[in-house]
């Protein structure tokens, strides 16, 4: 896998910045989708750029993964990212892993179909599955603590403040 220790050095010397000087630990991250024909969005942020579209089920032009499909990645790579880094911080060898994300869903709710039935997931379960040469109390130690200190984990199970501005213009020329 990854430098092992190139990975420890740098997440502590993150860890002894970002303790001495919370501020540079805060922020805000903005991403920009833009929709274009065929319900698909060019999305941007900073230099990253990537497509998300639905499939002609829905009426769209198969332009890249849904917005679903986004979502459970960034679930299940944050964990899986998470848990290296919690490993190589904690000097549990990891030799593979994977994180499979399981979401179920009833799409009435977010085709308006019923207001009985939720637009989102209705439950949503991961499997981790690693290999290590490392004792299982000490990997289970490293998927414990990777969970605790997840960001996509946490906003999947926290309700978070959400807010919505809406900007109307006219057409321009």
């Known amino acids: 896998?990854?430098?092992?220790?190139?990975?420890k050095a740098a997440l502590e010397r993150n860890v002894k910045a970002v303790s001495l000087r919370p501020a540079m630990g805060q922020g805000?991250?903005?991403?920009?989708?833009?929709?274009?024909?065929?319900?698909?969005?060019?999305?941007e942020e900073g230099a990253w750029r990537f497509t998300v579209g639905m499939s002609q089920k829905y009426g769209g032009s198969n332009a890249g993964p849904n917005p679903g499909v986004y979502g459970r990645a960034a679930l299940g790579s944050c964990l899986a990212i998470g848990y290296a880094m919690w490993a190589a911080r904690l000097g549990v060898?990891?030799?593979a892993l994977e994180v499979e994300v399981q979401a179920d869903s009833d799409v009435r709710g977010?085709?308006?179909a019923s207001d009985d039935v939720p637009p989102?997931?209705?439950?949503v379960r991961y499997v981790v599955r690693v290999e290590s040469s490392a004792p299982?109390?000490?990997v289970q130690r490293v998927i414990d603590i990777g969970d605790r200190h997840s960001s996509w984990l946490d906003d999947f199970t926290r309700a978070i403040p959400v807010r919505r501005d809406v900007q109307v213009t006219a057409p321009r020329g």
């Open 136 to 138: 299982e109390a000490d």
């Open 110 to 112: 977010e085709l308006g």
């Open 1 to 7: 896998m990854d430098d092992l220790k190139a990975i």
């Open 28 to 43: 805000t991250a903005v991403t920009r989708a833009r929709l274009r024909p065929g319900l698909a969005c060019d999305v």
């Open 120 to 123: 989102g997931y209705l439950a």
């Open 93 to 95: 060898p990891i030799d």
